[in-house]
């Protein structure tokens, strides 16, 4: 019998799946932590599982190993698992290899730099000031160094809610800079992000539907009125820097009128029917639990004493807002959609779950590894995917495909069409534009969405559509006529089979089912032509919806 | 709750467009069954004219960095604060315009001038947001461009080009937001060669039969669950093929018009852009906005918008009388405008610096009367003296011209309503 060259692999990597498994018997595994994700994650599973009883349509079944896998590369790591990752993982036996590989993916240091990426898109995109961008690099440093050391979302929340200093070089002060330090900008955006709520609604009317009122809204505000941002064009490039003003007259009105927004003492709610009048002083208070703080109070003071009621067990909204978010980009829903509009007025699909799970994640301190390994334990994530449910379906019975970021996306065709070598040098950037900009910064511009927006309306563009299907950067990675990527897979799989089964490991991190591999056969043939059929199926391959989505 | 609300208020919008779209293909048929027999090629020039008979379209001219208009449509020639800009006489007795605008000052029975806009927001990129769409930048909801607007009001969902077209990048000038990203610009960077990704690599046989085998792997992946995201994907990937392999696509190549032509518009990327707008709107484009470059004139003005304007002035002129030469005035209304104007007072570096108390637009056909002036200003430019035109009447006003009904809600993300022009009143005056 003659064993091809799939099978030799297959033999080779059964070996070294087992070396793994050994090593990882043998690491000494954080066994509280994991213990209490599992009890944790059983328990969310039994509430939502209560929910199906009588329900019409049943949960579905859990994905298999190479979507799962793909699933956990992508969601934590950002990546494509390799072909060796998918034959490795298929292979091995462990019955906890789903834990142990979830506990991998969080070691890696790429972890904190996918999470950093969407942590800075969640902020950046609502930017109301262009030149935020400044702090692009230095908010993902930042952020990418605090997820990988596992420094508690509290304190992570605590640093944006407290920062100064240069937007260039220190990342927390994005968000503030993000809302050009306006304290109404950048109390709606402390409210949405860390609570979950939607307070600025009440900025200029009483909501309607809510109960939040727009005094309480500006008492809020009220924390913020000695934030300022400068800027400074003394270095090599111009910058910002978030300021406090703690003292009048600090700042000298500017002769020009560019709008540059200026710190002042304490915060007024403009006057609705004389919007040019002062306004009512406001007193800075905490609308959750009510706490205040006399006007007159310095700056380091007041951010400091709401971010610590912020964070505060005692208020549940912070570590539900968080667990929301977090849930909704693993399982693919949230409990609350959209995932930044909660409050007691909104409707919550499984309150039981959410309450219980927030109440844990704060329980732990508020790790948010520990989060990652507690949902990514639960059936609810390891459930196959399926479309988004119709309303009157049960939440959860299904993961959901989830489109792909731009940094995933970019990572993923570079990886499936071995670009890594071929990636341009910094492209200059056109149209004006006096900044360079790297290929992956032009990729996001056109594949990026704002990570908060309800994933249902996310679609894509036409302009993405015709990156992917004629843009001479992913021709490149289709041709056969490479030493390299293609080229080189046909040359080492001369049986089209084989071939076949290596560029669906590569490209889609799993093996093809047998209608696909049917009608890719048939395609072939009917080409005539391997080398152009190949590179059709290729084509095609990374132009599909299922490429474009995590699973 | 807030997506079923959406969901119902995309129905009635598509079924607006159904509609409509049944009434046009009613009178083509009509049209090609007295005619005989009807060729492709004729079907498709049909299509088109039926577009712009049914369904207008405007060419948004953005002056990006804000424009002086003491240099431009507000001269102050017998003032200290008129900077030495002479007033010339136009094709219209009784109106004058800057100096540096001659050709312009020849299509003026074209042009209704606006001198009294106004606003509060002096910054670049929250004046162009609002400018652009009514409302000023926030956190919460995405407003929609003018251009999304009107594609999502006007177009035909079937059209195999973009419905709205953006040539240059226009900073701060918001894209659909809350609409969807179909109807998003599609954006073009340079006016003289195609766009990007839009040639294939390939034979379009073997495009399409990649296409085919691309749909037979879908299939695939819809039967294991994800039929939403197979469908949606390929109504993109439809509209992306049916655009590169579309005839219309000449449409974006400006190297196609005679010399003569290209000789009337000129040969800067203003210049292009113009031409190129007039020709995706001949090709039944719905809205197309060129943007102009470096108007923020904080140091020395008079210089560089003596350039600025000799950039815009040929094109423009030249832009209206094709149109009108074309029979495609009426139906197309053409905007010229950026985000604020400028300070009366010349700055100690000969500039002058952002001033949005008082500055001008153009507006011209779209059924627009020509030849008047709405609003003025005071002899020394500082103050409006005559009917101000707030941000939200032009929006209505453009609305208006257009068609479009001012007063439809959009569903925001967190199911709040929001207008499309948000107050405000029509410049009726302009269209009498």
Known sequence: MRISNYQARLLLLLALALNVFAARVARAADATSADSASAVAAEVDRSLDARFSTATAPPVGLADDATFLRRAFLDLIGKLPTSNDVLAFSLDPSTDKRHQLVDTLLADPAFGENWARYWRDVILYRRTEERALFTRTAVTDYLSKQFNQNTSWAQVATAFMTATGNVREDGSTALIMAQSGKPEDVTAEVARIFLGIQIQCAQCHDHPTDRWKREQFHQLAAFFPRVAIRPDRSGAQPTFHVVVNDQPFRFRRRTNNNNRYRGTLEHHMPDLENPSAEGTLMQPVFFVSGKTLPTGTRDADRRGALAEWITAPSNPWFAKAYVNRIWSELVGEGFYEPIDDMGPERECSAPEALDYLADQFAKSGYDTKWLYRTIMATAAYQRQSRSRRDFDEEPFRANCPQRLRGDQLFDSLVAALDLETRIPPRARGRGGSRQARDPRTVFNLAFGYDPSDPRGEIGGSIQQALAIMNSPFINQGISARRQDGLGALLRDNPQDNDALVELYLKVMARGPTDKETQTCLDYIRQVGDRTEAFEDITWSLVNSTEFIHRN | ?432
Not at chain 2, 60 to 73: C, V
Not at chain 2, 398 to 424: F, Q, T, Y
Request: glycine share 10%; net charge neutral; hydrophobic share 40%.
């Open chain 2, 1 to 432: 709750m807030t997506v079923t609300v959406q969901h119902q208020s995309h129905v009635a919008v598509n079924k607006h467009r159904v509609i409509r779209r049944r009434d046009f293909l009613r009178s083509v048929a009509a049209t090609g069954a007295a005619a005989g027999a009807v060729r492709w090629s004729d079907m498709l020039a049909l299509h088109a004219a039926e577009l712009r008979k049914q369904e207008k379209a405007c060419i948004l001219l953005w002056q990006a960095g804000a424009p002086s208009q003491f240099e431009t449509f507000d001269p102050k020639p017998d003032h200290d604060n008129g900077g030495g800009t002479r007033a010339i006489s136009t094709a219209v007795p009784g109106i004058q315009v800057a100096h540096k605008l001659p050709k312009t000052a020849e299509v003026m029975d074209k042009i209704c001038l606006i001198r009294s806009m106004n606003s509060r927001e002096g910054a670049h990129a929250r004046a162009s947001y609002l400018m652009h769409t009514g409302y000023l930048p926030t956190a919460s909801v995405k407003y929609p461009t003018l251009g999304s607007t009107a594609a999502s009001h006007l177009a035909d969902p079937d059209f195999d080009l973009p419905s709205f077209v953006r040539v240059g990048g226009t900073r701060g000038g918001a894209d659909a937001g809350l609409l969807g990203v179909e109807f998003n610009p599609f954006v073009l960077n340079d006016a003289t060669r195609p766009p990007d990704n839009t040639a294939i690599a390939t034979s379009s046989g073997r495009y399409r039969r990649r296409l085919g085998l691309l749909g037979r792997l879908d299939e695939e992946y819809a039967a294991r669950g994800a039929r939403q995201e197979v469908v949606n994907q390929g109504k993109l990937y439809d509209k992306a093929a049916k655009m590169v392999l579309s005839p219309r696509m000449d449409a974006f190549d400006i190297q196609r018009e005679t010399d003569a032509t290209r000789a009337t518009y000129g040969d800067s990327p203003f210049a292009a852009g113009c031409l190129l707008a007039r020709r995706l709107v001949e090709a039944g484009v719905t809205f197309v906005e060129v943007t102009s470059n470096g108007w923020d004139t904080h140091f020395d003005n008079d210089e560089r918008t003596t350039e600025l304007c000799a950039s815009i002035d040929q094109p423009y002129a030249a832009l209206l009388r094709d149109l009108e030469g074309r029979g495609m005035l009426a139906n197309t209304l053409v905007v010229l405008m950026g985000e604020f104007g400028r300070t009366p007072k010349i700055n100690a570096r000969n500039g002058r610096d952002h001033y949005p108390r008082a500055f001008s637009a153009a507006l011209a056909g779209g059924g627009v009367r020509g030849g008047q002036v709405i609003g003025g200003t005071s002899p020394d430019g500082a103050n409006i003296e005559d009917r101000p035109v707030a941000v939200p009447d032009m929006l209505r006003t453009i609305c208006h011209s257009l068609g479009i009904d001012a007063d439809h809600e959009n569903m925001s993300s967190i199911g709040r309503p929001i207008k499309v022009v948000d107050g405000g009143e029509v410049v009726t005056e302009a269209f009498a």
